[in-house]
Antibody, heavy 123, light 110 residues
Framework: EVQLVQSGAEVKKPGESLKISCKGS????????IGWVRQMPGKGLEWMGIIYPGDSDTRNSPSFQGQVTISADKSISTAYLQWSSLKASDTAMYYC????????????????WGQGTLVTVSS | QSVLTQPPSASGAPGQRVSISCSGSSSNIGTNTVNWYQQLPGTAPSLLIY???QRPSGVPDRFSGSKSGTSASLAISGLQSEDEADYYC???????????FGGGTKLTVL
């Protein structure tokens, strides 16, 4: 059974750093892209970036470029989302999801999702 | 402002049929397939439709998807109370080289 299990909720102060995780199991972790998606309170889904754990190739959404760092440790089947200096506006639910990519069919979708990590940034 | 455009809300009575539209451009829906996610209150999104009109295992055939040009739609027939959720369309964007989402449609079952 494919599973993505994310780390628990975090409460941080502005300016603090944070790294949240997403551990995959039940499939070949190095063979699928993992994406991160933000959902601010009461708002929609926003793609932040994707990483291919096999070689750590990373693509960031222009909206999040320079704001966060996406990484992965394939030895423990875990992807990460990291901030160096949090802002109140980073308060949101963050989801990781596995990307199914069928390039020739021009079909790309997130087929499995983590349960989400709620990040609250408040002074 | 989301790249894909959806109506913010939709509604229907139990048993009725509702449709949710999704509009994009040549760099996303016009070139790549469309997928739909359902997000029940307080839960993570789950895949509802992929490849324009394919249902993952376990998704009832009351849910169907279609695409024409740079637009797509999700239809739900035989509406049930448990269908009350947020629905998001998404497609790959070749200019962005990543996925783009619609703003979401909140479905209310009257």
């Amino acid at each position: 059974e494919v599973q993505l299990v994310q780390s628990g909720a975090e409460v941080k102060k502005p300016g603090e750093s944070l790294k949240i995780s997403c551990k995959g199991s039940g499939y070949s972790f190095t063979s699928y892209w993992i994406g991160w998606v933000r959902q601010m309170p009461g708002k929609g889904l926003e793609w932040m970036g994707i990483i291919y754990p096999g070689d750590s190739d990373t693509r960031n959404s222009p909206s999040f470029q320079g704001q966060v760092t996406i990484s992965a440790d394939k030895s423990i089947s875990t992807a990460y989302l990291q901030w160096s200096s949090l802002k109140a506006s980073d308060t949101a639910m963050y989801y990781c999801a596995r990307l199914w990519a069928a390039t020739e069919a021009r079909t790309y979708y997130f087929d499995y999702w983590g349960q989400g990590t709620l990040v609250t940034v408040s002074s | 402002q989301s790249v894909l455009t959806q109506p913010p809300s939709a509604s229907g009575a139990p048993g009725q049929r509702v449709s949710i539209s999704c509009s994009g451009s040549s760099s996303n829906i016009g070139t790549n397939t469309v997928n739909w996610y359902q997000q029940l209150p307080g839960t993570a999104p789950s895949l509802l439709i992929y490849g324009n009109n394919q249902r993952p295992s376990g998704v009832p055939d009351r849910f169907s998807g279609s695409k024409s040009g740079t637009s797509a739609s999700l239809a739900i027939s035989g509406l049930q109370s448990e269908d009350e959720a947020d629905y998001y369309c998404t497609s790959w964007d070749d200019s962005l080289n990543g996925p783009v989402f619609g703003g979401g449609t909140k479905l209310t079952v009257l």
